[in-house]
């Protein structure tokens, strides 16, 4: 997950950066310095923000030549 599927994932959603931040369980400073690219944010809490934003019902679509994005899930949508 790319900083910028992150704010369009947290848009989608309507939350705002402490709603994913409590959602995830991390600090708002991560969310913070992850999504302005401010600092290295490891792996386990950048899988701990895209499973909060999974679990709300995001998809993130893989880079396919025009660019990696996002979208409500089909399996939550149902």
Same mark, same amino acid.
């Given at each position: 997950?790319? =900083?910028?599927?992150?704010?369009?994932?947290?848009? +989608?959603?309507?939350?705002?950066?402490? $709603? +994913?931040?409590?959602?995830?369980? +991390?600090?708002?400073?991560? &969310? &913070?310095?992850?999504?302005?690219? +401010?600092? #290295? !944010?490891?792996?386990?809490?950048?899988?701990?923000?895209?499973?909060?934003? #999974?679990?709300?019902? !995001? #998809?993130?679509? =893989?880079?396919?030549?025009?660019?990696?994005? &996002?979208?409500?899930?089909? $399996? $939550?949508?149902?």
């Amino acid at each position: 997950m790319t =900083p910028e599927q992150c704010r369009a994932a947290r848009a +989608l959603l309507d939350w705002t950066q402490s $709603k +994913l931040a409590e959602s995830a369980g +991390l600090e708002l400073s991560i &969310v &913070v310095d992850f999504e302005r690219s +401010l600092r #290295e !944010v490891s792996a386990k809490r950048i899988r701990a923000l895209r499973a909060a934003l #999974e679990e709300a019902g !995001v #998809e993130f679509i =893989p880079e396919n030549g025009s660019g990696a994005g &996002v979208r409500f899930s089909k $399996k $939550k949508a149902n």
